[in-house]
């Protein structure tokens, strides 16, 4: 005789109850969490490592005097009051003043300029826009001695090229009205290609239904470019002036290095140049480190202006 089980235990035999999940299960926002900090982390210790370290130490090691020997002796603030009467200093401070003044708008337009060119996508604009970016992919140091050679007074192709159309070359590096110009034209021949990468992506994050529209309104290529391409160009034109002034203060130590050497007559010696000097050259580690700690400062209050200036923050309301 045969027995019959009853429904509801049958139901509850073949229907097995649902896992719970584990109590000790993160979140999705703690696995969220813990994979950006993962992610964060191999910069994080780069950057503790060899900037934020560094930069400390460097500040400490304003306040010794540093022998050859590798001897310290406290002498607090006596390496600030010694830049402040250093007329050396000053000077290289005014010709890095002349220099970021000079080359930061220049480079600016150039770059924007070609930004603006290269999104009309002529013919052969993929070429251009590589020939004109791979100057940044050489080193400066190489960029330097190519353009000595190229700017040598007897044998530079600069010089020949003006003789042959009936000009008269010049000491393009040798003449103190001339070198720190020179430098500076190199300088935008080097970095004009990064920066038009830079403003070419802004350019393209701009909706092109907006120009349609001004278009249509009959708004010209100028009025277009104040009413529409200015102002959604903002943060863009932002992060260049602040990359490009930070590069200007503290960048082209190679370029100097191989071409000048701070010369003709300290005509291009930059702070950064004659900080190098001090610290390798002759040995004051400590003198350079007081003398570097104040370029940060200087360079830290030079991009508040320019944040007060350009109005950043306000973005999104002058969109």
């Given at each position: 005789?045969?027995?019959?089980?009853?429904?509801?235990?049958?139901?509850?035999?073949?229907?097995?109850?649902?896992?719970?999940?584990?109590?000790?299960?993160?979140?999705?926002?703690?696995?969220?969490?813990?994979?950006?900090?993962?992610?964060?982390?191999?910069?994080?210790?780069?950057?503790?490592?060899?900037?934020?370290?560094?930069?400390?130490?460097?500040?400490?090691?304003?306040?010794?005097?540093?022998?050859?020997?590798?001897?310290?002796?406290?002498?607090?603030?006596?390496?600030?009051?010694?830049?402040?009467?250093?007329?050396?200093?000053?000077?290289?401070?005014?010709?890095?003043?002349?220099?970021?003044?000079?080359?930061?708008?220049?480079?600016?337009?150039?770059?924007?300029?070609?930004?603006?060119?290269?999104?009309?996508?002529?013919?052969?604009?993929?070429?251009?826009?590589?020939?004109?970016?791979?100057?940044?992919?050489?080193?400066?140091?190489?960029?330097?001695?190519?353009?000595?050679?190229?700017?040598?007074?007897?044998?530079?192709?600069?010089?020949?090229?003006?003789?042959?159309?009936?000009?008269?070359?010049?000491?393009?590096?040798?003449?103190?009205?001339?070198?720190?110009?020179?430098?500076?034209?190199?300088?935008?021949?080097?970095?004009?290609?990064?920066?038009?990468?830079?403003?070419?992506?802004?350019?393209?994050?701009?909706?092109?239904?907006?120009?349609?529209?001004?278009?249509?309104?009959?708004?010209?290529?100028?009025?277009?470019?104040?009413?529409?391409?200015?102002?959604?160009?903002?943060?863009?034109?932002?992060?260049?002036?602040?990359?490009?002034?930070?590069?200007?203060?503290?960048?082209?130590?190679?370029?100097?290095?191989?071409?000048?050497?701070?010369?003709?007559?300290?005509?291009?010696?930059?702070?950064?140049?004659?900080?190098?000097?001090?610290?390798?050259?002759?040995?004051?580690?400590?003198?350079?480190?007081?003398?570097?700690?104040?370029l940060v400062l200087v360079m830290v209050l030079f991009s508040a202006v320019i944040f007060k200036v350009t109005g950043s923050g306000r973005?999104?309301?002058?969109?």
């Amino acid at each position: 005789m045969t027995s019959v089980a009853a429904p509801g235990r049958a139901r509850e035999t073949d229907t097995a109850a649902p896992a719970r999940p584990g109590r000790n299960r993160m979140s999705r926002k703690h696995r969220e969490w813990l994979a950006a900090g993962l992610f964060i982390l191999p910069d994080g210790l780069g950057l503790l490592l060899f900037v934020g370290i560094p930069m400390l130490l460097s500040i400490v090691l304003g306040f010794f005097q540093v022998s050859g020997f590798g001897s310290y002796e406290w002498v607090g603030f006596g390496n600030y009051e010694r830049m402040f009467q250093d007329p050396m200093f000053w000077e290289s401070m005014k010709i890095t003043g002349i220099y970021v003044v000079v080359l930061v708008p220049v480079l600016f337009c150039v770059s924007l300029a070609l930004g603006l060119l290269m999104k009309q996508r002529l013919p052969g604009t993929g070429f251009f826009r590589t020939a004109l970016f791979l100057p940044y992919m050489i080193s400066l140091a190489v960029v330097g001695l190519l353009w000595k050679f190229m700017l040598d007074d007897q044998v530079g192709v600069v010089n020949k090229s003006l003789h042959a159309l009936g000009m008269d070359g010049e000491s393009w590096l040798g003449e103190p009205a001339l070198a720190l110009g020179t430098v500076i034209a190199i300088m935008v021949w080097v970095m004009m290609g990064y920066y038009m990468i830079i403003f070419l992506a802004g350019l393209q994050e701009i909706p092109s239904e907006y120009y349609e529209a001004a278009r249509i309104d009959g708004a010209g290529p100028w009025t277009q470019f104040r009413s529409i391409t200015w102002p959604l160009l903002k943060p863009t034109s932002f992060f260049v002036l602040i990359m490009s002034t930070v590069a200007a203060m503290t960048g082209g130590l190679d370029l100097i290095f191989t071409m000048t050497q701070g010369g003709p007559a300290n005509g291009t010696s930059l702070a950064i140049y004659y900080i190098y000097t001090q610290a390798f050259g002759f040995g004051e580690y400590g003198y350079a480190s007081a003398m570097g700690s104040f370029l940060v400062l200087v360079m830290v209050l030079f991009s508040a202006v320019i944040f007060k200036v350009t109005g950043s923050g306000r973005f999104d309301d002058d969109r």
